[in-house]
């Protein structure tokens, strides 16, 4: 069973630009939720989507955007970009039912460095 | 607003010696527990996790965590590390709301001396 994909592993970006981060997840999970990892600061909730629905939002500003398709894809989008937007993104899938039920499964990170 | 933290930024210990990694949540309605695991370049993984039942919960690796309700906590202990157990750790709570999400600890991070 494939895990979560995502995609690019690795970008480099400068200030005001944009970028738009991809997250396959697991077959047959419906939610995926997205993190922000940098050192000292941990895992910073972003969102959630279940069935192209945002259920969940973290307390990010508007550039921060994302969205889900209906094979459950979902990508993240980060406008106009700042030094403090460079970090670790973290996609993680889950379903609510069945052997893992509820457990997040994360993907190896899309590592964006805004210079 | 709902929050977790963790009692140490970065832990020492020698071989052999044993764990014990504090971690409080401030919510008072009904959670899920969590602790992952991160080794160096490898994804975030499932330590150990708890739903209901039993508060004393093993996990992979001969890690186990205690979910005491009262204090708010979920610690999380092993009685003899390995230098195969330097990772970061973090522990996490899923608020179990109409909408539920989880919220991760700002991190403890393990280094093991041979």
């Known amino acids: 069973k494939a895990g979560v994909t995502q995609t690019p592993r690795y970008l480099i970006k400068t200030r005001g630009q944009q970028v738009t981060l991809s997250c396959s997840p697991i077959?047959?999970?419906?939610?995926v939720s997205w993190y922000q990892q940098t050192p000292g600061q941990g895992l910073q909730f972003l969102f959630e989507?279940?069935?192209?629905?945002?259920?969940n939002k973290g307390n990010f500003p508007g550039r921060f955007s994302g969205r889900q398709f209906s094979n459950s894809r979902s990508e993240m989008n980060v406008s106009t970009l700042e030094l403090g937007d460079s970090a670790l993104y973290l996609c993680?899938?889950?379903?609510?039912?069945?052997?893992?039920?509820?457990?997040?499964?994360f993907g190896a990170g899309s590592r964006l460095t805004v210079l | 607003a709902q929050s977790v933290s963790q009692h140490n930024h970065h832990v020492i210990l020698s071989e052999a010696a044993s764990l014990e990694l504090g971690c409080n949540y401030s919510?008072?309605?009904?959670?899920?527990l969590f602790w992952y695991v991160q080794y160096p370049g490898q994804h975030l993984q499932l330590l150990l996790k708890?739903?209901?039942?039993?508060?004393l919960v093993k996990g992979i690796k001969g890690f186990e965590a205690e979910f005491i309700k009262s204090k708010f906590s979920f610690n999380l202990r092993k009685p003899s590390v390995q230098w195969s157990d330097t990772a970061e750790y973090f522990c996490?709570?899923?608020?179990?709301?109409?909408?539920?999400?989880?919220?991760f600890g700002p991190g403890t991070s393990l280094s093991v001396i041979p």
């Open positions: 708890y739903f209901s039942g039993d508060p």
């Open positions: 993680a899938s889950s379903s609510p039912a069945g052997a893992g039920a509820n457990v997040l499964t």
């Open positions: 996490a709570v899923r608020v179990k709301t109409s909408y539920d999400k989880v919220i």
């Open positions: 989507y279940f069935s192209e629905t945002q259920r």
């Open positions: 077959s047959g999970h419906r939610s």
């Open positions: 919510y008072g309605g009904t959670v899920n």
